[in-house]
């Protein structure tokens, strides 16, 4: 029997993928991007694509918000809401907090060995030691907040800038106010220096000023016609399509509202390259910026493209190709599908007109774009994996080509928002959809496809009352099923004649599922049931309960045998058909599960929803087996190590392996034959013992006290222990709760004992008593 028929007993968290940028400060050393978010700092690995490490207290209840931070690879220091700054090391571990005095909050923070600066929304500067957390010095002279800050790389300088655009150089011995650069007419956004004794600005007043830095006139101003928001300094040594840089050049890349990352030689006031066919200058369309921040690694030189909707776009310079794209932060998760040949990538639907596509190995992502509003739906088919549908609230039904990562044809019949699309199954024949518009219709996929080309409507009815929320079609292409808000499901034909309808439950529909092997479909609702339904007869074969919510979505496994759901509860359930009873139950998600993907061979899943985590699963049903067995064998094995230890003779070493076994019957069998052969033999063997032996033991024996029968070899146990511990050989855990136990039943048997004495007394008494009477008979 293949892998799709073995029915599945566990699965387990692979990865999880949240977010891990949601805006701020972001820095780049060697192949880690550290990222922050509202609380913790996050470092990415480009090369795997997962979180190696976050930093700060985000699994508390009471968040520390983190305003940003600065790092040198070494040390990290954030400052925070509470009007801390905080100090962690490159492990993760916080070493020192120490209040930052500003009268307000940080906006920039730069470090240089161990000083710190810090630039306050109070147009103050300060200059901290980071060793001893004292502030050496309080520079004054920018206006409003101060958003630049940074160390002189050789020298004893610091350069700071505030709202009024100017940047202001201090000597950092005394404090002193060294120049006043007077150059820009708006807020400073960007500070590069040069391997020369220049450095480079740059601001939303839309110029590149290049200084000296012993004269306060700017030497080159360049124009950009759009608000720059940062710099960065390219490597000595870079090549780009058409262009070798100079080793006497200053080079800078700069990105702002347009969106396109261009290259500046600084020196010529001349623009060497220009970003065609930007991934990110559609962003500007919209207005506001669509390039916060731009970091550069010398070590690889890569630059990184950080945009305003948090994606971290690396090109490589040389060709200045998208090597990797990181989504630093997904919205509600609405759907995923495994897509491409092997499942090698996920498509992602999130709160966006855009469509994230993952490389299901390395994470990395591409961004499909076409959808004019919010993506709703995504559909996939086992007769074509490189093609997918899609749907969203702009009414339209897209077909793509996963290869090309190009949508090649567009549906634009509905006039509502297009809630779901599935394929057909056998071919890539046709295609369907259902809207808020209340109809199902079909769409003609064509075998030869042109570029934006139109979707053929063939056929459309109005199928229910309201919104209809899910479309699938039957394994053989013949039947296709409806779920809407009416609380009905539809079954019908290719033409669109109806089938029949599925009545039953009490609330709205959210999912329907065509079983693999049997004709039957499975509906969830908002009833908190899934409803099994015949083909044949329309009547309800079996109800599925288990779930405190709404069922959100449905899916057969193990060739029909067992259903996956995921609720608005947050949980996902498998429940046996068979039994029609919960067999598995996975809590990852904090709420609503929207979407969950299952891979061909049912090897693993991936589910998403409103908590904005996408998370892998496997299939480790095989593993738990293999385990279970495992153990089995070794019990064994362990079993008759016992057995011969006694056979032998070897009560230590048998009393060691019965503790270890976890078998109080046999522990107290084995203490009963040390007491037979002899009192000192029974302390002698307990001396034996380790600490966590005997820890094991003193448990044992207080739950033999409980039993009067097993009372005197649990006393003797117990009383042996007492004096190793009188002697300090041995210190318990949890001794004060562990002796509570046994002191009520230990009185209790003091009681029987010592009345058991006196009636003996009383008994010897009457016999002295009775034998001079004997004597006189």
């Known amino acids: 029997m293949g892998s799709k028929g073995k029915l599945k007993e566990a699965f387990e968290v692979e990865s999880k993928h949240g977010a891990f940028y949601t805006g701020g400060n972001l820095e780049w050393i060697e192949n880690i991007l550290y990222c922050q978010t509202n609380s913790s700092i996050n470092l990415l690995n480009i090369d795997t694509g997962l979180i190696d490490k976050s930093i700060g207290e985000e699994n508390t209840e009471e968040n520390d918000d983190i305003q940003t931070f600065t790092t040198n690879g070494q040390k990290i220091v954030s400052s925070h809401k509470s009007g801390l700054l905080k100090l962690w090391n490159e492990k993760g571990e916080l070493e020192k907090m120490w209040k930052y005095i500003h009268k307000g909050p940080i906006a920039k923070l730069s470090i240089n060995n161990e000083k710190l600066a810090s630039g306050g929304c109070d147009g103050i500067v300060r200059l901290w030691d980071l060793e001893n957390h004292v502030c050496l010095l309080s520079l004054k002279g920018c206006q409003g907040v101060v958003n630049i800050v940074e160390f002189h790389p050789d020298q004893n300088l610091l350069f700071a800038s505030g709202d009024d655009g100017k940047i202001n150089c201090y000597e950092l011995s005394k404090g002193n106010l060294n120049y006043i650069y007077s150059g820009h007419y708006s807020k400073v956004t960007g500070f590069v220096f040069s391997h020369t004794s220049h450095f480079v600005t740059c601001g939303r007043d839309k110029v590149i000023i290049l200084w000296e830095f012993e004269k306060i006139e700017p030497l080159k101003i360049i124009p950009q016609y759009s608000a720059v928001e940062s710099i960065v300094g390219l490597p000595l040594k870079f090549k780009l399509p058409g262009f070798k840089s100079e080793a006497e050049g200053i080079y800078v890349a700069s990105a702002g509202e347009n969106g ?66 990181f989504p630093g932060f997904s919205d509600e998760i609405l759907d995923i599908v495994f897509v491409g040949k092997d499942d090698s990538h996920l498509a992602v639907a999130t709160n966006s007109k855009d469509i994230k596509l993952y490389d299901n190995c390395s994470m990395n992502c591409n961004i499909l774009r076409g959808h004019t509003d919010i993506v709703l739906s995504l559909a996939t088919t086992l007769a074509d994996p490189i093609l997918m549908l899609s749907s969203g609230k702009d009414n339209t039904v897209r077909l793509w080509n996963i290869d090309s990562m190009t949508c090649i044809a567009v549906g634009l019949r509905h006039t509502g928002s297009v809630g779901s699309v599935a394929f057909s199954q056998t071919d890539c024949s046709f295609g369907v959809s259902v809207s808020q518009d209340m109809c199902l219709k079909i769409w003609e996929i064509p ?3 042109k570029i934006s ?205 019965a503790l270890k076994l976890n078998k109080p019957f046999q522990v107290l069998k084995i203490i009963q034959i040390i007491i037979k052969k002899g009192d000192t033999g029974l302390a002698d063997t307990i001396k034996g013992l380790r600490n966590d032996q005997k820890d094991n033991l003193l448990k044992t024996a207080i739950t033999w006290n409980m039993n009067s029968k097993h009372s005197h070899p649990a006393q003797l146990v117990i009383n042996i222990l007492l004096n190793e511990m009188q002697c300090e050989n041995f210190v318990p855990s949890g001794l004060s709760s562990t002796l509570e136990g046994a002191l009520p039943y230990t009185e209790r048997h003091l009681r029987r004992l010592t009345q058991l004495m006196q009636d003996l007394q009383f008994i010897n008494y009457v016999v002295k008593c009775m034998k001079p009477h004997s004597e006189v008979l």
Request: with cysteine.
């Open 453 to 657: 080309s139109d979707l053929n409507c063939v056929q459309t009815v109005l199928a229910h009352q309201k919104d209809i929320n899910c479309v699938a079609v039957s394994p053989n292409d013949k039947i296709i099923a409806t779920a809407s808000q009416d609380k009905t499901a539809k079954l019908w034909s290719t033409t669109l004649e109806l089938i029949g309808t599925l009545k039953g439950h009490k609330k709205s529909l959210w999912c329907i599922q065509f079983s693999p092997v049997d004709q039957v479909v499975l509906t969830s609702s908002s009833d908190s049931t899934i409803k099994m339904w015949s083909i044949a007869d329309l009547s309800c074969l079996k109800t599925f309960e288990g779930h405190d919510a709404s069922v959100l979505k449905v899916h057969f496994l193990s060739a029909g045998m067992q259903i996956l759901s995921a609720g608005s509860d947050g949980l996902l359930k498998l429940f046996s058909v068979k039994t029609s009873e919960c067999t598995h139950t996975l809590e990852q998600h904090e709420s609503q599960v929207w979407a969950v993907a299952i891979k061909r061979d049912e090897s693993g899943i991936v589910t998403g929803g409103n908590d904005s985590i996408l998370i892998k699963w496997k299939d480790v049903t095989e593993e738990i087996k293999l385990k279970k067995m495992q153990e089995a064998e070794e019990l064994v094995l362990q079993e008759q190590k016992l057995n011969n230890y006694l056979m032998d003779g070897k009560y230590l070493k048998a009393l060691k392996e």
């Open 260 to 325: 396109m990352v261009q290259i500046w030689d600084i020196k010529k006031a001349k623009q060497v390259y220009i970003q065609e066919n930007s991934l990110v200058s559609q962003a500007s369309e919209e207005g506001g910026l669509a390039v916060t921040l731009l970091r550069c690694n010398t070590k690889s030189k890569s630059l990184a493209v950080v945009t305003v909707d948090h994606n971290i776009i690396i090109h490589h310079l040389k060709s200045f190709v998208c090597l990797k794209q």
């Open 447 to 449: 075998k030869t496809v």
